[in-house]
C-alpha cells in the first residue's frame, strides 16, 4: 500500500517533469547572445585593472586598498591543484576583468530607463525584471513577489522592488551602490567571513569583483518576498566576478536564490565569484542556487570554468543557514558552499544535486565547521555522473573540542550513468570530542534496472524513464528548494541528462 | 625530478649506516627501491596522506630507546614459528621451518637465483602510484631481514612471525615476501614487538583460487613506533584477507594496498585499535584498486579511544574503468571514551565503472548512555557494562577473523587491554 503511494507522487511530479521537458526541447536553451554594444577594460590583470575597476565603481579610497592588498597577494599565491579535475591551464592574463554594456554607463534611475535589449535578454531567460511579474512556471497560487538583483557580465542592470523592501527596512542593491550608500555596512562585513587571503580564487575576486548583490535584513525582519539574483555572462572571453554579501541581522528570516547562464562558445570562460553570509542571533538565511551555466558541447569544447567560494557564518546563537545547489552546468565546477558554526545551537545545513554529463567535471561539496556548543549539520549530496564526466563529492566535517554535543549527518549518494563516466568521495571527518556524534554515509550505484524496466513497460521511452528515476534519486534535494526553482530544477535535471542514454 | 637539497640531506640522514648489501638479485632490487626512494623524498606533514598523522618520529635519522615489555600473542595456536630478535631470524628459538607445500627462506640467507627475485620490491613499486609511500621503498631497500613464503598447497598449519626485541633501542626493517600458488592456501600469524622503532614491508602474491589469511598482532610496547606495509596482488577467484589488533604504542601508522587484478576475487582488511592517552596515534592508510570484474572488497575499522588518544583512518576504494559488478564496502568507527580523544577520517571512493555497488560509513560517538543504563539497570556493575559495550563495538570486525581459535585468542586479549586500562 505504502509502496503504491510513493510511486503514485513520484509519478505525478515527474510527469510534470517530462511535459517540462518535451515544450523545452532544446538542449542548452540558454546559448544564445544578447548583441549589445560593451565598453571593456583592457584584457588581463594588473594594480591598474583594480583601480580601474574601483574608479568604474566610485568607490572610496578604503575599498580600492582593500582590492589592491587583494591583487598583491593574489600575484604571490598559486592555483590550487587538489581537486579531481583536468583543465587546461588558465591564462589570466588572456581575459576581460571588466565589461559593461555601453547603455549603462549612464547608471539608469529606474528600470523604465534601462536599455531594453537588457530587459529584453532577462524577459527570454525567464526573469521577471518588472515589478508586477512572478516566476514562470508558478500558477495558481496567490502572487508571489521576488525581488532581483540581475548581473550582466560585470556590471547590475537594475535590481526590482527596492522602495518596497526599503519599507520593511531591507537593503537590496547592488554591492558597488552598497559601498557608496551604505559603506559602515560593507566595511564592517565584507571579507569577514571569506577573507581577502581566503584562496587563489576567492583572492582574485577580492581584487577584481565588478559588481554582485548586497543585502541587509535588519533585526527582527522577516523579509516580505524572496530575494534573488540572475547572473548572466554575455561577452566573450569575460570572467565574471560577483561579489555577494548578505548581513542577517539578530532574529531576521530570508529566501536567496541564484540563477545563472551563460551563452554558447567554444572558448572556455572564468568565473570565480565569492558569496558572504552573515548570520546573527536567531537569525536564519537560506541560499538556493540552481547553476546553469553553460557547460560546454559533448566533446568537452566550451564551457564556464566556475570557481567559486560560498561561505555562511552563523555568528550568533541559534543562527541558521541552508545551502541548497543544482549544479548542473559549467565545464568546470569547483565550489564547497561551507557552513561555520560558531554560535551555540546554531545549524547549517547543505543540500545538493550535481549532475555532470559529456564531458563535464565537477568537485564540489561542503564544510561544516562545528565550533559551538550543541550545533547540528545535514549535509545530503547526490551527485549524478552521465557521458564521460567525472564528479567528485568533497567534503569535510570538523568537530572542534569545544563544539560539546553537536551532531552531523552526512549522506552522500553518487548515481552512474554509463561506464565511462566517474564519480568519486572524499570526505574528511575530523571529530575532536566524544559528545557529538558524527556519522557519514556513502554510496555509489547505478540507474537501477527493476526501475527502468518498470518505467519501460508502462510505455515511457528510454530518457523519459532515466529523467524519473533520476528525479526521484534527487527528491530530498529538490524538496529543499523554494517552490520556482524546484520546478526549474527538476526540468534542468531531464535536461542535463539528454542524450545520456541509449 | 630532482629532490631540493634539504629534503636530499634529510633522506640521507635517515638512511645512513642501513644495511645494503648489493649483490645478485637482492641488490639489483634493493638499488631500484632506492632510485624510487631518491626521486621521492621521506613523507612531510604536507603530504596529502600524512595529513593527519605527523611522520617525523619515523623520518628521523634516530630513534630513541624504549622500554619493552611486550610480548607475542597466538602462544596457543599450534603453528611453525619463526623468530626476530633486534630485526634478526633467530634459527634457535624458532621451529623447524619445515611444513608440507611450504617453502620458508631466511631473506639474509637466500641464494642469487630464487623466486622472490621476480617479486621482490616488484608489489612495493607497482604501489607507489597514484600515492608515494616513501617509507615502503625504505623497506625494499634497506630491509634487514624478513621470509620468503612461497606456498603450493594448503598449508597445515599457521606460520607464525614471532618478533622480540632485547635492545630496544634498535631501528629494525623487515622485508617479506609471501607467494601463494594457484589453489594453494595459507594463514600467516605476526606478533610481538621488534623494535624500537619498527618498518615492515610484506609484499603477497595471490594467484588464482588461492587464499591467504593474515592475522596481526602488534606488539604493546607503549613507546614504541611502527610503520607497517602490505602490498597485495590478488588474481582471480583468489581470497586474501588481512586483520590486525593493535593496542599501545606512540605511533602505528598500517598501510595495505591491495590491488584486485583478477575477477570474482575477494579482498578484505580489517583492524581494531585501543589507544590510552595523548601520546597514542594509530592510522590504517588503506588503498584497494578494482581492475577486474565480480569482486569484492571490504574494509572494516574501529578504534577505542581515551585519554586524548587520536585514532586515523585513511582509506580507498578505486574502481578502474571495466571493472564492472564490483561490490565495495567501507566502514571506519571510532568511540571516543572521554572528551579528549579524537577521530580523524577521510574514507574516499573513486569509481570508474557505472554496474557497481559501493558504499562507505564511517561513525565517531561516545558510549550510548542507553544502553549503558539498561546494561546498569540488569545489576552490570558499570565498569563492566562498559567493557561488554566496547566488545560489542569491535565485534563487527573481530567477525572478520575465519579462524575461530585465533579470533578468541585476540579477544582475550582486548579483554586484558580493557581490565587494565579501566573498562
Not at chain 1, 284 to 308: A, C, H, L, R
Not at chain 2, 20 to 42: D, N
Request: a negative charge; glycine letters at 8%.
Amino acid at each position: 500500500m505504502a509502496l503504491e503511494e510513493t510511486l503514485e507522487v513520484r509519478e505525478g511530479v515527474d510527469r510534470e517533469t517530462i511535459e517540462t521537458v518535451q515544450a523545452m526541447a532544446g538542449k542548452y536553451k540558454y546559448g544564445w547572445e544578447t548583441e549589445i554594444e560593451m565598453e571593456y577594460a583592457p584584457k588581463g590583470v594588473s594594480e591598474e585593472i583594480v583601480r580601474l575597476i574601483s574608479a568604474k565603481n566610485d568607490e572610496p579610497e578604503w575599498m580600492l586598498e582593500w582590492r589592491l592588498a587583494a591583487y598583491r597577494r593574489w600575484v604571490e599565491m598559486t592555483e590550487p591543484k587538489w581537486a579531481m579535475l583536468n583543465y587546461p591551464e588558465i591564462d589570466y592574463q588572456d581575459i576581460y576583468y571588466y565589461a559593461k554594456p555601453k547603455s549603462m554607463e549612464v547608471k539608469p534611475k529606474s528600470l523604465d530607463e534601462v536599455d531594453p535589449k537588457l530587459l529584453a535578454t532577462y524577459a527570454k531567460l525567464g526573469i521577471p525584471l518588472k515589478e508586477q511579474a512572478i516566476l514562470a512556471g508558478v500558477e495558481g497560487a496567490e502572487e508571489k513577489k521576488v525581488a532581483v538583483d540581475a548581473v550582466f557580465d560585470s556590471v547590475s542592470v537594475g535590481t526590482t522592488f527596492k522602495a518596497e523592501l526599503a519599507k520593511a527596512g531591507v537593503i537590496f542593491c547592488s554591492i558597488s551602490e552598497a559601498v557608496r550608500e551604505h559603506p559602515e555596512l560593507v566595511k564592517k562585513y565584507i571579507g569577514s567571513v571569506v577573507p581577502q587571503s581566503d584562496n587563489f580564487f576567492a583572492t582574485l575576486n577580492s581584487a577584481v569583483f565588478s559588481d554582485g548583490s548586497f543585502v541587509y535584513i535588519p533585526e527582527g525582519v522577516k523579509c516580505p518576498m524572496e530575494l534573488s539574483t540572475y547572473f548572466r555572462i554575455n561577452a566573450e572571453n569575460t570572467g565574471q566576478f560577483e561579489r555577494t554579501l548578505i548581513v542577517a541581522d539578530k532574529g531576521s528570516y530570508v529566501s536567496y536564490l541564484e540563477g545563472c547562464t551563460a551563452p554558447k562558445r567554444d572558448t572556455n570562460q572564468l568565473h570565480a565569484a565569492v558569496v558572504e553570509i552573515v548570520v546573527l542571533e536567531d537569525a536564519e538565511v537560506k541560499y538556493s542556487t540552481v547553476q546553469n551555466w553553460y557547460p560546454g558541447d559533448e566533446n568537452g569544447v566550451g564551457g564556464i570554468y566556475n570557481f567559486v567560494t560560498k561561505r555562511a557564518d552563523c555568528r550568533g546563537d541559534r543562527s541558521k543557514v541552508m545551502w541548497t545547489q543544482v549544479e548542473t552546468g559549467s565545464a568546470i565546477t569547483w565550489k564547497y558552499p561551507s557552513c561555520i558554526l560558531r554560535g551555540n545551537e546554531s545549524q547549517g545545513e547543505f543540500y545538493s544535486i550535481a549532475i555532470a554529463n559529456n564531458a563535464q567535471q565537477a568537485d564540489t561539496g561542503t564544510k561544516m565547521i562545528h565550533l559551538g556548543k550543541n550545533t547540528r549539520s545535514r549535509i545530503v549530496s547526490k551527485g549524478i555522473s552521465a557521458g564521460k564526466a567525472q564528479n567528485t563529492y568533497r567534503g569535510q566535517v570538523s568537530m572542534h573540542p569545544r563544539a560539546q554535543n553537536s551532531r552531523n549527518y552526512t549522506q552522500c549518494d553518487s548515481l552512474l550513468i554509463g561506464d565511462q563516466c566517474g564519480a568519486h568521495t572524499v570526505p574528511y571527518i575530523e571529530v575532536k570530542n566524544n559528545s557529538s556524534r558524527v556519522e557519514h554515509e556513502a554510496t555509489t550505484s547505478k540507474v537501477d534496472d527493476d526501475q527502468l524496466f518498470y518505467c519501460r513497460s508502462r510505455g515511457m521511452d528510454e530518457e523519459e524513464a532515466v529523467a524519473l528515476v533520476v528525479n526521484g534519486f534527487c527528491k530530498e534535494v529538490l524538496q529543499a528548494l523554494p517552490m520556482e526553482f524546484a520546478m526549474e530544477a527538476q526540468a534542468l535535471v531531464a535536461i542535463s541528462l539528454e542524450g545520456s542514454v541509449g | 625530478m630532482a629532490l631540493p637539497q634539504a629534503k636530499l640531506d634529510q633522506l640521507s640522514a635517515r638512511i645512513a649506516g642501513l644495511h645494503f648489501p648489493a649483490t645478485g638479485w637482492q641488490g639489483k632490487a634493493r638499488g631500484e627501491a632506492l632510485e624510487r626512494l631518491g626521486a621521492m623524498g621521506l613523507p612531510g606533514k604536507r603530504d596529502e596522506y600524512w595529513r593527519y598523522t605527523d611522520p617525523t618520529a619515523l623520518t628521523a635519522p634516530e630513534t630513541k630507546a624504549v622500554e619493552g615489555r611486550g610480548e607475542a600473542a597466538f602462544e596457543s595456536i599450534d603453528a611453525v614459528k619463526l623468530v626476530f630478535v633486534d630485526g634478526v631470524f633467530d634459527a634457535a628459538a624458532s621451529d623447524d621451518p619445515a611444513l608440507a607445500g611450504v617453502e620458508i627462506t631466511r631473506l639474509a640467507e637466500v641464494a642469487d637465483i630464487h623466486w622472490a627475485g621476480d617479486l621482490y620490491g616488484q608489489l612495493e613499486a607497482a604501489g607507489q602510484t597514484p600515492v608515494q609511500r616513501p617509507l615502503a621503498a625504505i623497506g625494499s631497500a634497506f630491509a634487514t631481514d624478513g621470509v620468503l613464503i612461497r606456498a603450493t598447497a594448503a598449508a597445515g598449519r599457521p606460520v607464525a612471525l614471532v618478533y622480540r626485541s632485547e635492545s630496544y633501542s634498535s631501528d629494525v626493517i623487515l622485508h617479506h615476501v609471501v607467494k601463494l600458488e594457484e589453489g594453494a592456501e595459507l594463514t600467516l600469524l605476526e606478533s610481538g614487538d621488534a623494535a624500537a622503532r619498527l618498518l615492515t614491508v610484506m609484499e603477497v602474491d595471490v594467484a588464482k583460487d588461492a587464499r591467504f589469511h593474515h592475522v596481526r598482532s602488534q606488539g604493546r610496547t607503549p613507546e614504541r613506533l611502527v610503520a607497517t606495509h602490505i602490498f597485495a596482488r590478488i588474481a582471480e577467484g583468489a581470497l586474501f584477507k588481512s586483520f590486525t589488533v593493535a593496542a599501545n604504542g606512540v605511533l602505528t601508522r598500517n598501510e595495505a594496498v591491495l590491488d584486485i587484478v583478477g575477477d570474482d576475487a575477494v579482498a578484505h582488511v580489517a583492524g581494531v585499535a585501543v589507544g590510552d592517552g595523548r601520546d597514542f596515534l594509530h592510522d590504517d592508510t588503506v588503498f584497494i584498486t578494482h581492475g577486474a570484474e565480480r569482486c569484492e572488497s571490504r574494509q572494516v575499522f574501529k578504534k577505542v579511544l581515551k585519554n586524548g588518544a587520536t585514532g586515523v583512518f585513511q582509506g580507498k576504494i578505486l574502481v578502474k574503468p571495466g571493472a564492472q559488478k564490483t561490490d565495495g564496502y567501507q566502514i571506519s568507527q571510532s568511540l571516543l571514551l572521554d572528551g579528549d580523544s579524537q577521530f580523524l577520517a577521510k574514507p574516499e571512493l573513486e569509481i570508474y565503472a557505472d554496474d557497481v555497488k559501493c558504499s562507505h560509513g564511517s561513525t565517531s560517538g561516545a558510549i550510548d548512555d542507553t544502553a549503558l543504563f539498561y546494561l546498569r539497570s540488569r545489576g552490570v556493575p558499570e565498569k563492566a557494562a562498559q567493557s561488554l559495550l566496547v566488545l560489542a563495538f569491535l565485534a563487527e570486525a573481530l567477525a572478520e577473523i575465519e579462524d575461530e581459535a585465533i579470533a578468541e585468542d585476540l579477544r582475550a586479549r582486548l579483554e586484558g587491554w580493557l581490565d587494565r586500562h579501566d573498562g
